[in-house]
């Protein structure tokens, strides 16, 4: 087993990109999931790999996993201030062998902390249709900001503080705005 690395994706690891996000997100697609992710194609991963900061687990020259950091002024309307974490990805035929949390916590550890000094960050999941995803983030130090429901699903937005002195209540919520 080779050594695993961290690095930005280009556009270059578009085609390899959406290989390991279609096959990874198919399991979730059949659960009737609609999320960007289920749904990717080339032209939304390139578009996934230049405007946001997509983060890549690569072994022996291979793709193994996958996240994309948001900011929040990528979004007309984004659900925090903090970093938003969507597109998380691990190779199916590497699951169970826990790449996926060694992968997070890298990106937390590495990424997060040391290169945007960021307190905390979001993440979403399913909490009808995927709830033994939510059950797992609850379980690792996610805490529920908000939740959406809708005929189909429940949406649910986590976010997990990662530098406690620095993290601001105010940052993580966004206030609704009043429209008269």
């Given at each position: 087993?080779?050594?695993?690395?961290?690095?930005?994706?280009?556009?270059?690891?578009?085609?390899?990109?959406?290989?390991?996000?279609?096959?990874?997100?198919?399991?979730?697609?059949?659960?009737?999931?609609?999320?960007?992710?289920?749904?990717?194609?080339?032209e939304?991963?390139?578009?996934?790999?230049?405007?946001?900061?997509?983060?890549?687990?690569?072994?022996?020259?291979?793709?193994?996993?996958?996240?994309?950091?948001?900011?929040?002024?990528?979004?007309?309307?984004?659900?925090?201030?903090?970093?938003?974490?969507?597109?998380?990805?691990?190779?199916?035929?590497?699951?169970?062998?826990?790449?996926?949390?060694?992968?997070?916590?890298?990106?937390?550890?590495?990424?997060?902390?040391?290169?945007?000094?960021?307190?905390?960050?979001v993440?979403?999941?399913?909490?009808r249709?995927?709830?033994?995803?939510?059950?797992?983030?609850?379980?690792?130090?996610?805490?529920?900001?908000?939740?959406?429901?809708?005929?189909?699903?429940?949406?649910?937005?986590?976010?997990?503080?990662l530098?406690?002195?620095?993290?601001?209540?105010?940052?993580?919520?966004?206030?609704?705005?009043?429209?008269?």
């Amino acid at each position: 087993m080779g050594k695993d690395r961290l690095r930005i994706a280009t556009k270059a690891d578009a085609p390899a990109f959406l290989e390991l996000i279609q096959q990874s997100f198919q399991e979730v697609k059949d659960y009737g999931i609609d999320w960007p992710s289920t749904n990717a194609t080339l032209e939304s991963v390139i578009e996934n790999i230049e405007t946001g900061i997509a983060l890549v687990l690569e072994r022996d020259g291979r793709l193994i996993s996958t996240i994309t950091v948001r900011q929040p002024w990528e979004h007309e309307t984004p659900i925090s201030r903090y970093p938003f974490l969507w597109w998380f990805a691990t190779a199916d035929d590497l699951k169970g062998q826990g790449i996926g949390k060694k992968f997070i916590q890298q990106v937390e550890e590495e990424f997060l902390i040391k290169v945007l000094k960021a307190p905390a960050y979001v993440i979403g999941t399913s909490g009808r249709k995927h709830p033994w995803l939510l059950d797992m983030y609850l379980r690792n130090g996610y805490q529920v900001l908000t939740t959406r429901e809708d005929d189909d699903d429940t949406g649910v937005a986590l976010y997990k503080v990662l530098i406690p002195d620095k993290f601001d209540e105010r940052i993580l919520r966004i206030p609704e705005v009043v429209t008269h």
